[in-house]
């Protein structure tokens, strides 16, 4: 027990030092955990820590994200997705098996041992990927997509691999595996071994069909049942009972786990217990996860990795060559562009960690040597190291290069309106929609091509260019122009176009949006008197409909919205003429008393004003 509780705390410490010090340095989380087990290698070593079995267990955080992915990809979004599944995953697997096949060939391995190889290391690590690319945010771009597409099949071809593995024994090989290899072929009890090769696939099918006929059927009234309990614990438990019997029945059938939690999270897409089990089994995901990446720094030979330098090396580097090449191809025919295509390329370059297990179950089946089965340990490793850097190099270098969406040059505009409109987003593109209308056309510039390109198909012209650029807007005719409407998203972007065209167009009325109540203030203080709250009318009509919740008739509610924001109006010209754009307010100490003031003031009479509405009402 003590032997436990020091590995649990040794391994906790870790995470938590490691993680939040890779994170404030931009280096993300993964690469955290990574640098974590390689510092506690020694420590692990001399404690006589098993690493390989620990890194077995914390596999099963793949297997609990993939079923949290399944949750959120509805079947028909699954379906739609079939020609990139096939084309972009089927595509990678294919060709980077028979590239580094031949590539291995060529270094002198015998082609069985060679194809091997290739199918090694064609798989990518699900989890150093979808992990990244959720935390940054990225796994529901087109780049993000494309890229699990690849891991969703790359999954499925685990089990082609494992059937065509033992077809490619070395007869040099087989006395030496039937020496040592019992302990290495063994995999547990299975309900397909000794089964003939059709009988086994129709038990392995049926296995599938069991885990949707669970989902869709037995779910919600065993979900239902537990919920009359009325403990939260229990509901915890059963999520991970579900998940743990879905990956053991795929384990005896000799699936992967993880398609298996991931077929069962698409089916349960659309169950009302979705988000309840998300938030169940997220904790024991991201601790897992962790675990597993630590797993994989820990076991890390560095002793044998010095004395296979240089093919370490090589092999690492053709590998990510490789895989980024084949990616880049891929994305170019799938027509995906810009940033989206860097990150299909650049995120799954790596081999991962269903390596491991191939590697094991190949040495078992003498198909590699000890000495293959080594580098090859060790490249996996090192490319899944790399990994992290890689996503770095997308953020900092190649995804800024494409901020807004493209380097294409601004549009030439050829039409001058009386309006001119800054960014047709979600506020910008309903004031458009008011504006013509009501018969007034406006000259709409926006800086996300993608999103010019999709407006185009429903039949909405906008240009693209970047609308705080002087010669942009001298093309748009704003020395002749009545009005601008800034509804850009970026604070910093408002302020410069608002500040240019107020500074040397002042006959131009310009309505502003502004993205908070300070950003009021500093856009009063550049100059301009048209200033919109992007979120407060939404917020006035909230209230409203609390106070209508809270017992207050329609017309009663509307008085009191329409007072409070009366108040709060009249009291906006006073702050923003004490405040100071350089002075952040806390530290403004004379809008500290303006506000204290004005508070003392206005919140007696605001309360006398709203208990008369409310004594109307009754």
């Not at 979600?426 to 009501?438: P, S």
């Not at 008393?593 to 006398?608: C, F, G, H, N, T």
Request: one cysteine or more; aromatic letters at 8%.
């Amino acid at each position: 027990m003590t032997e436990f509780l020091l590995l649990a705390f040794i391994l906790l410490v870790a995470g938590v030092v490691s993680v939040p010090m890779a994170s404030r340095f931009g280096l993300g989380s993964v690469l955290g955990y990574l640098l974590a087990g390689m510092a506690l290698s020694p420590l692990l070593g001399f404690l006589s820590v098993d690493v390989i079995q620990l890194q077995h267990f914390a596999e099963f955080g793949v297997v609990m994200m993939l079923f949290i992915i399944g949750l959120e990809l509805e079947p028909k979004r699954l379906w739609a997705m079939r020609k990139r599944l096939i084309g972009l995953g089927g595509g990678q697997v294919v060709l980077t098996t028979l590239i580094l096949a031949g590539i291995s060939m060529l270094s002198g391995n015998e082609w069985r041992t060679a194809l091997a190889i290739g199918m090694i290391l064609a798989l990518s690590s699900t989890a150093i990927v979808l992990q990244t690319l959720e935390e940054k945010g990225l796994l529901k771009t087109q780049g993000g997509e494309a890229s699990f597409s690849v891991l969703l099949v790359q999954d499925v071809a685990v089990i082609f691999i494992l059937a065509v593995l033992p077809l490619l024994a070395a007869p040099e090989l087989l006395a030496q595996a039937a020496g040592q290899g019992g302990e290495n072929s063994s995999h547990g009890p299975s309900l397909v071994e000794g089964l003939p090769a059709w009988l086994a696939g129709i038990v392995t099918l049926g296995s599938v069909g069991v885990v949707v006929l669970i989902g869709t059927y037995l779910t919600r009234p065993i979900f239902r049942f537990i919920a009359m309990a009325g403990l939260r614990e229990l509901f915890t438990a059963a999520a991970l009972m579900f998940v743990v019997g879905i990956a053991l029945l795929m384990y005896l059938v000799g699936l992967s786990p993880a398609l298996g939690a991931f077929i069962a999270g698409v089916v349960l897409a659309n169950s009302e217990y979705r988000h309840e089990l998300e938030a169940d089994i997220n904790p024991f995901k991201g601790l897992l996860l962790g675990l597993f990446f630590i797993t994989v720094g820990a076991g890390i030979d560095f002793a044998l990795a010095y004395d296979l330098a240089g093919a370490v090396v090589f092999w690492t580097a053709v590998l990510l060559a490789t895989k980024m090449a084949i990616l880049f191809v891929i994305g170019k025919a799938f027509k995906l562009h810009g940033q989206d295509r860097w990150l299909f390329t650049l995120g799954p370059a790596q081999s991962g960690e269903f390596g491991f297990v191939l590697i094991s179950f190949a040495l078992g089946n003498a198909v590699l040597s000890q000495e293959g089965a080594s580098l090859l340990l060790l490249v996996i490793a090192f490319s899944m190291l790399l990994t992290p850097l890689l996503f770095i190099l997308h953020e900092r270098v190649i995804a800024p290069r494409y901020a807004g969406g493209s380097q294409r040059e601004a549009d030439d505009i050829h039409e001058a309106n009386d309006i001119i409109l800054a960014g047709r987003g979600r506020v910008g593109g309903i004031v458009d929609r008011m504006l013509e209308a009501a018969g007034y056309k406006a000259t709409v510039i926006d800086y996300d091509s993608r999103h010019i390109a999709n407006m185009e198909k429903f039949g909405t012209r906008a240009y693209f260019g970047d609308a705080t650029r002087p010669d942009l807007l001298a093309s748009a005719g704003i020395a002749k122009a009545k009005l601008l409407i800034v509804a850009l998203d970026d604070k910093e972007q408002i302020d410069k176009l608002v500040s240019y065209v107020i500074q040397n167009f002042p006959k131009v009325h310009v309505i502003a949006r502004a993205v908070d109540r300070d950003h009021v203030f500093k856009l009063w203080a550049i100059g301009c008197r048209d200033i919109i709250r992007e979120t407060y009318d939404g917020a006035i009509r909230i209230g409203r409909s609390a106070y209508e919740a809270l017992g207050h008739d329609r017309q009663a509610a509307q008085a009191m919205a329409d007072t409070f924001e009366e108040a709060d109006r009249s009291t906006m010209i006073e702050f923003a003429n004490v405040y100071k754009i350089d002075v952040p307010a806390w530290e403004n100490d004379e809008l500290i008393a303006k506000v204290r003031e004005l508070r003392k003031d206005w919140d007696p009479k605001l309360r006398q004003m709203m208990d008369e509405i409310i004594k109307r009402g009754r």
